[in-house]
Every structure is written in C-alpha cells, then in structure tokens.
C-alpha cells in the first residue's frame, strides 16, 4: 500500500519569505512523487514531478521539491513566495509497479500574507 | 491545446433526477480519470479508463455511470444520487503510454448539489 502524509493543516508565510510545504511518503519500492497545487474552485493543476536522477526538482511559478530517499520526504520549496501563492497543495505519490492511481495527501493550506 | 474542459461548472438536481458531467481533451491522452472532491479535502479516485476501457472502478455506487465513448469523451452518467454526493467532481486526463510517471491534467471540475 502506499501512503502520503502532509502533517501541517495550514502554513503561513509572509510575502518575500522563503516558504516549505512538507511531505513525506510510504511505499513498498520506489516512488513516483508529484506536488499538485488548487485555488478555490479549480481544479488541480501540476506543478513539478520526481522521476529519477537529481533529488532537486524545479517545477511552474519558481517552485521546487527535493527527494529525500532516507527521510522518504519530497517537500515543496520556493525561495520567494508570493501572495498569489496562496492555495491548497497537494502532494501525490504512486508506486513504481503499482496500478495507475494516484495516492494524494490530505493537502496543506499556504497563506501569504502581503 | 492542453486543456481538460468539463461541463456543466454547477448541476443542481433532485434526487430522482437523471444528468450527465462531461469531460473532454484534445490532448492525445488515452488515460482518463474521474474524482469525487469534498470540501478540504484531496481528490478520491472513483474511475479510470485506460484505452476507452474501464481499467479501474473504485467501488463507486452504481447510481454513477462512467462512459468513454470515445478517446477524446468521458461522461459520468447520475442517477438517483443522495445529498451526500454533493462534491465537485473532476475529470482528469494523462498520456498511457511511457509508464506511470505521467501526470495527470484537471479539468476545473462540476460542483454537484443534491437537494
């Protein structure tokens, strides 16, 4: 089975401080992780995916994730944020050998504040 | 064009009524997908069809009834639902080819209300 657990509900950040959305993941081989970002009444929409290779992933709009194999952890980075940043984020995962679903974590809310 | 459409963006109905949610892509995509979506809370897989084939139904009651009729389409067909169906309902879309590292593309969704 595998699982994605995003321990904090709500994060806040002021505009222009650097800003961490955390994820950590379980799966029973190698994943595949994906962060997912959603504004009020939208759908979700991609924002950057870990495949292989370099643990460093930059994704849309100046984000970026970095894979952790020992932490089992992909947290959502961006040095700068923005108060159009704000939404609800979501961090998926799915395992290599496993069926083409999605497991999605239980999202955290980011507030910018101007 | 890289864009998921869904119509209607609202559907209010009754509980004896029959309607339909419809999804299209213009993508290419072969994989397409529908979730159920309650307030403040993540996306709950409910189908997926892989070639215009049902590959996976997640238990879903038999009052919803997924149809691809054909690579571009998907419809979710609604009848007799309950209140507690009430959600926004997403469709999604990603390419089947290349493994399962593929992301997948959302439409805006239907927010569905049961009276």
């Known amino acids: 089975a595998q699982s994605v657990a995003q321990p904090e509900d709500q994060v806040n950040v002021a505009e222009g401080n650097p800003l961490t959305v955390k994820c950590t993941y379980s799966?029973?081989?190698?994943?595949?992780l994906f962060w997912y970002v959603q504004y009020p009444n939208r759908g979700l929409q991609f924002l950057l995916k870990?495949?292989?290779?370099?643990?460093l992933v930059k994704g849309s709009y100046g984000f970026e994730a970095e894979f952790n194999k020992s932490q089992t952890s992909f947290h959502l980075k961006k040095p700068s944020a923005l108060v159009s940043d704000s939404a609800l984020y979501f961090c998926?995962?799915?395992?290599?050998?496993?069926?083409?679903?999605?497991?999605f974590g239980s999202g955290t809310r980011l507030q910018v504040q101007p | 064009d890289t864009e998921v459409t869904q119509t209607p963006k609202h559907l209010v109905m009754g509980m004896t009524n029959k309607k339909s949610l419809k999804c299209e892509q213009h993508?290419?995509?072969?994989?397409m997908y529908w979730y159920k979506q309650k307030a403040k809370k993540p996306p709950e897989l409910m189908f997926v069809?892989?070639?215009?084939?049902?590959?996976i139904n997640e238990s879903v009651p038999s009052r919803f009834s997924p149809e691809c009729p054909n690579s571009s389409l998907l419809n979710l067909h609604l009848h007799a639902l309950q209140p507690e169906d009430s959600a926004l309902y997403l469709c999604?879309?990603?390419?089947?080819?290349?493994?399962?590292?593929?992301?997948?593309?959302f439409g805006p969704g239907t927010r569905l209300t049961v009276l």
């Open positions: 799966v029973s081989g190698n994943p595949y």
């Open positions: 993508m290419g995509h072969r994989a």
């Open positions: 069809y892989s070639y215009e084939k049902l590959s």
């Open positions: 998926a995962v799915r395992d290599r050998a496993g069926r083409r679903a999605l497991t």
């Open positions: 999604a879309s990603s390419q089947e080819t290349g493994g399962l590292y593929n992301e997948q593309f």
């Open positions: 870990y495949i292989t290779g370099d643990n």
